[in-house]
């Protein structure tokens, strides 16, 4: 199995600050078809996960720009440019370019 | 709109079998693929596996062959899962999500999660 290692387990921060989250995978997540199959969702608490970014980089729909991701090949990175409040919760990213795996998760909480 | 809505919380006896259910609404059931993925207390993420609901094939993690059975009732846009033989192990809260086929298990939407509870 391909596994996920993200780091920091926990990030705190202020209303305002930028943070940054990185994923490393085991294995390359470059498909053969030329996508990298590199996403990040965010579960709230007491919520369900929902998709922030798809393909390493894009926006899902109705996602705050302030979000951004970026990474090839076995390092990704999610930055948050100005976290809000409700950004709290933990981040996971998931690789769909092997048989789906997920990180452990990092727990965005305020400092 | 999209809504991926679950049953009830289950409360189940060691060895026993439960079946959880998805109904999905807001799209066309049968054109996205139909996740199940496992969620346990210290929060750790695990894909169960998926069924594609217009010719009910499936795919499972290699670790829930012989526990997980997924099957759907295009009828009524419902997908099942059931698990089987049932331990403590097996208590968690399971999601279903539904990802487009081809777009390497991009989860849009999610279920709220039923939470499965295997006690004596």
């Known amino acids: 199995d391909v596994v996920l290692t993200q780091t920091p387990p926990t990030l705190s921060a202020t209303i305002g600050q930028s943070v940054s989250i990185s994923c490393r995978s085991s294995?390359?997540?470059?498909?053969?078809?030329?996508?990298?199959?590199l996403h990040w969702l965010l579960q709230r608490p007491g919520q369900s996960p929902q998709l922030l970014i798809y393909l390493v980089s894009r926006l899902e729909s109705g996602v705050p720009n302030r979000f951004s991701g970026s990474g090839s090949g076995t390092d990704f990175t999610l930055k948050i440019s100005g976290v809000e409040a409700e950004d709290l919760g933990v981040y996971y990213c998931?690789?769909?370019?092997?048989?789906?795996?997920f990180g452990a998760g990092t727990k965005l909480e305020l400092k | 709109q999209v809504q991926l809505q679950q049953s009830g919380a289950e409360l189940a006896k060691p060895g026993s079998s439960v079946k959880i259910s998805c109904k999905a609404s807001?799209?066309?059931?049968?054109?996205?693929?139909m996740h199940w993925i496992k969620q346990t207390t210290g929060q750790a993420l695990e894909w169960t596996g998926y069924i594609a609901p217009g010719s009910g094939g499936t795919k499972y993690n290699e670790k829930f062959k012989g526990k997980a059975t997924l099957t759907v009732d295009k009828s009524s846009s419902t997908a099942y899962m059931q698990l089987s033989s049932l331990t403590p192990v097996d208590t968690a809260v399971y999601y279903c999500?539904?990802?487009?086929?081809?777009?390497?298990?991009?989860?849009?939407?999610w279920g709220q999660g039923v939470m499965v509870t295997v006690s004596s």
């Open positions: 998931v690789q769909g370019t092997h048989a789906p795996t």
């Open positions: 294995q390359s997540l470059l498909h053969s078809n030329g996508n990298t199959y």
């Open positions: 807001g799209y066309t059931f049968t054109s996205y693929a």
């Open positions: 999500a539904r990802a487009g086929y081809n777009s390497g298990y991009h989860f849009d939407y």
